[in-house]
């Protein structure tokens, strides 16, 4: 590196915002946000049944966490290896470890947005004539909210940034644009990687924090009082 | 009308925490029930609403097995307001009152007019309405609760040691605002406390149970202070039973002398050694004649003998001054009246 390389170009940025190459950092943004973003849905969307399931029947928790830990516990590249024969080098096999992870951490907040319930609050619903469904979803989950979209940020942050390392199979979304910068020497591709997905990250939990917000405008008043 | 016959709760554990209990709370009428922390008074009360079901025996509302009645059909048309309130933190107060109406279907307007109509009887302001239970005290998050328990207009309330967590004045004024909301509503009231004054204050029958879930005594307030059955409920009871019982006495008993009132005008007077109280023009009553001394007053008739007792104490001259409602003088109660209203009260 005789020759003084600026360590960020902005020409590159340019020819390479919009072309029709599949690396084309639009491309690479679509492919990034659907990747973390597919997780994040699915995770919620089990994690709710699941997670009330070890609700209701307690003895399922225990073994359903081990279960989930030993995953999340699992580095992804042998989770890929294990994959690929069946989903190939395709988004699916990102997205499908990412989606464990995802549950590991929102199966246990869903259980513990239900043991936020105080019980002196589900007694009453009760005696007041809930029934059990309308109890669910017109008082348990309205209360559980805050600590399930606790546990929603941190999926959504780490799901952002953990697509990256699909880039190992050709599959990271603007995680690729690492490899590219290492095997060449030339950093701007992961500057602008870096930095975008930062930015993802900050607009995904800036989404979810949002969503709390409006869900829960009582927490507000709980803060302030 | 509540009727218990012979109800017993035997836990999954084996533990049997109401025993062969047999009892009827009258309709319009508060029956309290009372006793030790653990003698079984919540499972008593919950098994009325069926959120715990009796082993055996059952219960009647107004004659029908509550086990023929779908829970929360039979739980909507019963209040129920628990210590903590057990307000739901996510919803504004309005509609924390409006809970039940909404699950039994009424339209949204009617069902929060109806809310509001009930805070302001509990006596909330109505600027509160738009609140979360967070932002209120504990004594007013336990108006709510009752506010929400009456919201359907349900017949029945039943009330889980509803004031016990709320500071000694506080309770006070729930208990008086409960009794007062007790003689418009006329509701059948099961009330449950380990507080024998506040049962004694509220009930008009008092159940007291022993821990084992078993049925010490279940009577008047004032036959219990006067004839306790046993030496528990004696124990039970405390000290001064005497003294408390005579709450339960009218002062109408107590016979006034209208010859020891002067007004201040007319100041001169029979006074060799007697004490007379002079009453301004309004009637009102102002002080001992040529006496610079204290003088205590009740109301006549309204308050107990109890109360005319505490205000005679309260004189130099031992004697209570009397008063109507509107604070005017109507005669004067002397240690011979008292005497005699005290030993007629001791006779029963
Ligand atoms: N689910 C349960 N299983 C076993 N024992 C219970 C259960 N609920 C309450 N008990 C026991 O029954 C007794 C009466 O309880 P409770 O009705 O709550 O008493 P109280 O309201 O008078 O304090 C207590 O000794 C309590 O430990
Ligand atoms: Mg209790």
New interface residues.
């Given amino acids: 590196m005789d020759d003084e390389q600026p360590l960020f170009r902005w020409s590159w940025v340019e020819s390479n915002w919009n072309s029709d190459s599949p690396n084309s950092i639009v491309n690479l943004l679509e492919a990034h946000v659907v990747m973390s973003l597919v997780p994040v849905v699915l995770g919620l969307l089990v994690s709710l049944p699941l997670g009330l399931a070890c609700v209701r029947w307690r003895f399922l928790y225990q073994p359903t966490s081990a279960v989930m830990n030993v995953i999340y516990a699992l580095p992804s590249l042998p989770l890929f290896m294990l994959l690929i024969p069946q989903t190939g080098l395709t988004r699916m096999t990102v997205i499908i470890p990412l989606t464990f992870y995802a549950l590991a951490v929102l199966v246990p907040a869903v259980v513990d947005g239900m043991g936020s319930v105080?019980d002196?609050?589900r007694?009453?619903?009760?005696?007041?004539?809930?029934?059990p469904l309308?109890r669910l979803v017109q008082?348990e989950l309205?209360?559980a909210v805050p600590v399930v979209l606790a546990g929603l940020r941190v999926v959504t942050v780490s799901s952002i940034s953990l697509v990256s390392v699909g880039a190992l199979i050709g599959q990271g979304g603007l995680g690729n644009l690492f490899t590219d910068a290492f095997q060449r020497d030339f950093y701007t591709p992961a500057i602008a990687g870096i930095v975008l997905i930062v930015l993802l990250a900050l607009v995904g939990d800036g989404i979810v924090l949002a969503a709390q917000r409006l869900l829960?405008p009582?927490m507000r008043?709980?803060r302030a009082? | 009308m509540i009727t218990f016959d012979s109800v017993t709760k035997r836990y999954p554990d084996g533990f049997v925490a109401v025993d062969d209990l047999s009892l009827e709370a009258e309709t319009g009428q508060i029956t309290v029930l009372v006793g030790p922390s653990g003698c079984g008074k919540t499972t008593t009360l919950r098994m009325i609403n069926r959120m715990i079901d009796a082993t055996e025996g059952q219960i009647l509302l107004d004659g029908s097995d509550v086990r023929q009645i779908d829970p929360p059909t039979l739980r909507r048309g019963i209040g129920y307001v628990i210590q903590q309130a057990g307000l739901f933190p996510h919803r504004k107060i309005v509609d924390n009152v409006a809970t039940v109406p909404y699950l039994l279907g009424w339209e949204k307007k009617k069902a929060r007019d109806r809310a509001m109509e009930l805070l302001e009887r509990v006596g909330l302001d109505p600027k509160m309405a738009q609140r979360y239970p967070f932002q209120l005290s504990g004594g007013q998050q336990q108006r709510v609760g009752v506010a929400r328990a009456l919201a359907a207009d349900p017949p029945v309330l039943l009330m889980d040691e509803p004031f016990s967590a709320v500071d000694p004045i506080v309770r006070t004024s729930l208990q008086e605002e409960l009794l007062r909301l007790q003689a418009e509503l006329n509701k059948t009231i099961v009330f449950v406390t380990h507080d024998i004054d506040e049962a004694i204050k509220l009930g008009d029958k008092v159940a007291v149970l022993r821990v084992g879930g078993k049925l010490a005594q279940f009577a008047a307030p004032k036959t219990l202070l006067s004839e306790p059955a046993d030496d528990f409920v004696r124990e039970f009871l405390g000290r001064d039973r005497g003294i408390r019982r005579l709450s339960f006495v009218s002062s109408s008993y107590l016979k006034l002398r209208t010859d020891l009132t002067v007004t201040s005008s007319s100041a001169a007077g029979p006074s060799d050694d007697a004490w007379l109280m002079v009453v301004s023009e309004d009637g009102k009553p102002v002080g001992w004649l040529d006496r610079d001394e204290p003088f205590g007053t009740y109301v006549h008739g309204k308050d107990s003998l109890r109360a005319a007792l505490d205000a005679a104490l309260l004189s130099s001259s031992g004697q209570a001054v009397a008063l109507d409602e509107s604070g005017r003088v109507v005669g004067v109660a002397t240690r011979k009246a008292l005497d005699e209203a005290l030993s007629e009260a001791a006779d029963g």
């Fill in positions: 105080p002196h609050v007694q009453s619903a009760v005696a007041m004539g809930f029934t309308r008082v309205p209360i829960t009582w008043a709980r009082s």
